[in-house]
């Protein structure tokens, strides 16, 4: 959410001296023009002729929050309001940095207060609702988020903040079952779910097969399973399925409340929990359920106002889920249309264009991304891999590193780096990158690749054992195509 800035004049001790004065007009004036680098050494300049002042002190913070410097913004933020703990500007400002900073938990105090200050500020609340959700307190999020949308019904980013979180309460839920029990007849209800979303319906006849396997009786997934039949050409077996689920008992709400409440339709209360032990598979499940529909009743309603950036990349999103990265690509062109410049999603453009391998497409796009941000660690290794892949290695290096220096933890950076060193031949430097990046081999190709690097390096005996797990990993993948191969027959009703 925007923050509406205003620059305070300086209190006490300003007319002591003309030359102040006719500075911080002049700071005033860049900042009006959005020089606000320039005005940075002007606002220290007077704060050291006149300590303490907590215009100066205020203004300084601004520029330096507005020129992306948040952190030596905040402790100046933190100044100030020890001396004005309720000032709006300084409340707002210094959670805004703090959320820049990825620090969704530290900024939840001054936001909450600003939204207690001015509980109908949308700024406050749409920053805090934010933080919230940033924070993992989905449930929190989603009352600030209901709030904001009542506050302006009309606003996108309200409605796309409200169906993202009550998006990532789902995934919540949907973890935490899966680490709660493996195996359960309900994570397999909602694996179904996904793979229905995905477009993969052989499998997710499957999964539903599975749950009602166990539980015949689930409310819901006879019509999914229906709607299964339907799309891979058996409409008379969806109907089967139809009629069974018509022909449910209704569910005993003394013993399944979550599940009596979602089927009545009231998700709010489906969703919620009980606050004492560890939930219960089964209200995991329907938290996930409730969650999801909440979800999609909130992005409906983002649909049906103007075209907006929050539409554009819920449009976006969805197609990069479903491995359509060039349409993905158009999508995040259009919200670039309605925010020229934002890097936020000229960075998500680059990427779409890179899945998509476009990579001249997305080199240009990314290009753009480092000029205000060099060490952008996923634009340097976007470039970086890019270049890998239109068979440049050289031009590769340079970016890997500079991601690397970064983010160490890069992984990606650090498969792609090993792999251009040993394309340049550059075995013995190759070894360790890849060596490190070794986690993320899914089909034994970095497996392959540190094979050949140890036996360029003279390392035949470390050689041999990489090539011994690539053919462990090639093996695996075989089992696993055949065991998928087993999930492609739909059958009929039971």
């Given at each position: 959410m925007p923050v509406a800035f205003c620059f305070f004049a300086l209190t006490c001790g300003i007319a002591s001296g003309e030359d102040a004065a006719l500075k911080s007009q002049r700071a005033k004036a860049i900042m009006a023009a959005g020089r606000y680098e320039e005005a940075i050494p002007l606002y220290k300049e007077l704060l050291s002729e006149l300590p303490g002042n907590p215009g100066i002190q205020l203004n300084l913070a601004l520029a330096e929050h507005m020129a992306g410097h948040e952190k030596e913004a905040i402790p100046v933020f933190e100044s100030v309001l020890k001396t004005q703990p309720h000032l709006m500007p300084a409340l707002l400002s210094l959670g805004a940095a703090q959320l820049a900073l990825n620090q969704p938990r530290q900024a939840l105090a001054p936001l909450r207060k600003a939204v207690a200050a001015e509980p109908d500020n949308p700024d406050a609340r749409g920053m805090l609702a934010d933080a919230l959700s940033g924070a993992g307190e989905f449930d929190q999020a989603a009352e600030q988020y209901r709030r904001l949308t009542e506050l302006a019904s009309n606003d996108p980013r309200a409605w796309y903040g409200l169906g993202m979180t009550y998006q990532a309460m789902?995934?919540?839920?949907?973890?935490?079952?899966?680490?709660?029990?493996?195996?359960?007849?309900?994570?397999?209800?909602?694996?179904?779910?996904?793979?229905?979303?995905?477009?993969?319906?052989?499998?997710?006849?499957?999964?539903?097969?599975?749950?009602?396997?166990?539980?015949?009786?689930?409310?819901?997934?006879?019509?999914?399973?229906?709607?299964?039949?339907?799309?891979?050409?058996?409409?008379?077996?969806?109907?089967?399925?139809?009629?069974?689920?018509?022909?449910?008992?209704?569910?005993?709400?003394?013993?399944?409340?979550?599940?009596?409440?979602?089927?009545?339709?009231?998700?709010?209360?489906?969703?919620?929990?009980?606050?004492?032990?560890?939930?219960?598979?089964?209200?995991?499940?329907?938290r996930a359920k409730a969650a999801n529909e909440l979800s999609l009743q909130a992005l409906v309603r983002l649909g049906q106002l103007p075209p907006s950036v929050e539409y554009h990349r819920l449009r976006a999103g969805i197609a990069r889920d479903q491995n359509h990265h060039l349409e993905s690509a158009n999508e995040w062109r259009a919200a670039l249309a309605l925010a020229p410049g934002n890097p936020a999603l000229q960075q998500e453009l680059a990427i779409s264009l890179f899945l998509a391998a476009d990579y001249r497409a997305a080199l240009t796009e990314a290009e753009k991304v480092l000029a205000l941000d060099r060490k952008s660690p996923q634009m340097n290794f976007t470039v970086g891999d890019s270049w890998l892949r239109l068979e440049e290695p050289e031009k590769a290096v340079p970016y890997l590193r500079t991601a690397l220096l970064s983010d160490p933890k890069l992984l990606a950076a650090e498969a792609s780096l090993g792999l251009a060193l040993s394309r340049l031949g550059k075995f013995a430097e190759a070894v360790p990158h890849l060596e490190k990046s070794i986690s993320l081999d899914d089909d034994g190709s970095l497996h392959y690749q540190l094979a050949r690097a140890f036996q360029a390096a003279g390392n035949a005996a470390l050689a041999q054992t990489a090539m011994a797990q690539y053919q462990e990993l090639l093996k695996k993948n075989q089992e696993q195509k055949e065991e998928a191969a087993k999930e492609t027959t739909v059958a009929p009703p039971q």
């Open positions: 789902a995934t919540d839920a949907f973890d935490r079952l899966r680490k709660l029990t493996a195996d359960s007849p309900f994570l397999a209800a909602l694996i179904a779910d996904t793979r229905v979303q995905r477009h993969q319906y052989r499998s997710a006849y499957f999964f539903y097969t599975q749950a009602l396997r166990d539980l015949p009786e689930l409310h819901g997934v006879h019509a999914a399973l229906a709607e299964v039949y339907r799309k891979t050409g058996h409409p008379d077996w969806g109907a089967a399925e139809d009629a069974k689920e018509r022909a449910l008992a209704p569910p005993d709400c003394k013993l399944h409340s979550a599940e009596c409440r979602f089927v009545a339709g009231h998700d709010l209360q489906a969703i919620t929990l009980t606050p004492a032990g560890v939930p219960s598979a089964e209200a995991l499940f329907w």
